[in-house]
């Protein structure tokens, strides 16, 4: 399960769109890698996931990523890409598993190659949504290849003026969707453009073979609406409920999501992913909803039989929270307009379960994060890697969750997190003065200030790590 959510420019603090993004796939380790801006030479290839090489651009934009430790193709164990590159573009991806199956058998492109060509080649969110249309008409869209996940999937694309969600059909059928000013809008794992406006060429990018279906097949005119969801979904699913729009795991998680931005209090069946929220926006709240548990909600997960006597609410292996005990990443990213890239893009990355892990600050400028944010392999307990020492914090506090969970973990982090908000201001001025006057001071020190949180982290959750297995491993109360 995998959800983005996108904020309009005017319903944040700062008049900048944000992105947050929650990579969920249980048991697959992750790592973060920052790509160099590359000049690639005339007549360069691509390879895609199938093996197909198409033409490169001459150069490619820097960007940071993040990656999940299973094999798709010829990405062998960096599939299902996330994260910005040096033009302030911010990309995630939902899968999405309930489709009308209009494959091609000569499709090249699948749902794992969109995000790695917008992060190399999008100048914006609207010339990248174009961009991708165009290698769509010109190879084609498919399922994707990894296995237990043939899907497709929606894409979110964000600069800091326009948020996008793509959403991407077998047989190239596509459209995108821009996010209204002031609105919130999300995506769990399903389709979720219902209306499109072929007249609005403000609000929906297409494929022209979309527009053209739906003309022959008398599905618009200008007394109709087309609606994107009902024809594309819902005909295959991978299992009777999973990846539908009404499946609990999806329908409860856009409920969570609607009443933590605004308080409303829908029902379950009501289609709709936008929401004007109560407040300006912050990366905090924003942290806030990607690590969601659903405690003290009507759906508290905590106090179902399945959570046992210590109420551990992450007891479901595909849960009904927006936030996850499977999550690989959290990511919210900051696309600050006014400032140069490298302070200006701050994405902050979450390991593992990011109830039980703190959102760590990764300023563009640095170049990425510590070596123990590049180890994540599959089935391979790391104790150098962070994505591992994450997710140990996390499983252990499963074990007694009301002590080990609220005593210990959720303030030593939460702790951790305000702190580095609360400096960033003073952070921003400082980088900000650097840049001006010194280049090479300048980059050292935004590369030590992020290691130094990104460390800090991480080595707090070694010593929180070593306390839960001293205090409570050896008592016999512990249900393992």
Same mark, same amino acid.
């Given at each position: ?16 769109? *944000? ?15 920052? $790509? ?27 960007? &940071?990523? &993040? &990656? ?20 302030? $573009? ?12 209009? =494959? ?12 790695? +060509? ?27 290849? $990894? ?16 948020? %996008? @969600? +793509? ?51 008398? +599905? ?13 979904? =819902?005909? %295959? ?31 379950? #069946? /009501? ?28 759906? #508290? +997960? ?14 479901? /292996? ?19 307009? #006014? ?31 510590? !070596? ?5 392999? *599959? ?9 591992? *020492? ?49 280049? !090479?001071? @300048? ?38």
């Amino acid at each position: 399960m995998c959800f983005s959510v996108v904020a309009g420019k005017y319903t944040t603090i700062d008049s900048n769109t *944000m992105l947050g993004v929650n990579n969920d796939w249980t048991g697959y380790p992750g790592s973060i890698h920052h $790509v160099a801006q590359k000049n690639h030479g005339k007549n360069a290839t691509h390879t895609l996931i199938s093996g197909k090489k198409i033409p490169n651009v001459e150069t490619t934009y820097a960007y &940071t990523h &993040t &990656t999940t430790a299973y094999d798709t193709g010829t990405l062998k164990n960096e599939s299902w890409w996330g994260g910005v590159n040096e033009n302030k $573009v911010a990309i995630g991806m939902q899968g999405v598993y309930s489709f009308v199956d209009t =494959e091609e058998s000569e499709a090249s492109l699948q749902s794992d190659d969109i995000p790695v +060509l917008l992060l190399q080649r999008a100048q914006n969110a609207r010339d990248g949504i174009q961009m991708v249309g165009e290698l769509i008409e010109q190879y084609g869209f498919t399922t994707s290849s $990894v296995a237990g996940g043939e899907g497709v999937s929606t894409i979110s694309v964000v600069d800091p003026d326009e948020g %996008f @969600f +793509l959403e991407i059909a077998p047989g190239g059928y596509w459209v995108a969707k821009r996010v209204e000013d002031d609105e919130v809008e999300f995506r769990v794992n399903s389709f979720g453009i219902q209306e499109v406006d072929f007249q609005d060429e403000k609000r929906y990018l297409y494929s022209d073979s979309l527009k053209e279906k739906a003309i022959e097949e008398d +599905l618009y005119d200008q007394e109709k609406t087309f609606n994107f969801y009902e024809i594309f979904s =819902e005909e %295959f699913s991978v299992s009777e409920y999973y990846g539908v729009a009404g499946a609990p795991e999806n329908a409860i998680r856009k409920w969570h999501t609607i009443n933590f931005m605004s308080g409303e209090d829908i029902p379950l #069946d /009501e289609m709709r992913y936008t929401v004007k929220p109560n407040r300006k926006l912050t990366p905090r709240d924003f942290m806030d909803l990607l690590s969601l548990s659903s405690e003290d909600t009507k759906y #508290d +997960l905590s106090e179902e039989p399945e959570a046992g006597p210590h109420k551990n609410p992450f007891w479901m /292996e595909v849960s009904t929270s927006v936030g996850q005990a499977g999550t690989v990443f959290s990511s919210v990213f900051q696309l600050r307009r #006014d400032l140069p890239s490298e302070i200006g893009i701050v994405s902050w990355f979450g390991l593992a379960n990011s109830h039980l892990s703190p959102f760590i600050p990764h300023y563009f400028g640095s170049e990425g994060l510590p !070596k123990a944010f590049e180890i994540g392999e *599959m089935a391979e307990y790391n104790p150098n890697s962070a994505w591992w *020492m994450f997710q140990e914090v996390g499983q252990l506090s499963y074990r007694n969750y009301q002590t080990i969970a609220k005593e210990l973990v959720i303030p030593a982090f939460t702790e951790m997190e305000n702190t580095n908000i609360a400096n960033q201001t003073t952070m921003d001025q400082l980088f900000m003065a650097l840049y001006e006057e010194d280049q !090479k001071l @300048f980059k050292q020190s935004i590369r030590q200030y992020t290691h130094a949180q990104a460390s800090l982290g991480l080595e707090k959750a070694r010593e929180l790590s070593q306390e839960i297995k001293s205090r409570f491993l050896a008592n016999t109360y512990i249900d393992f």
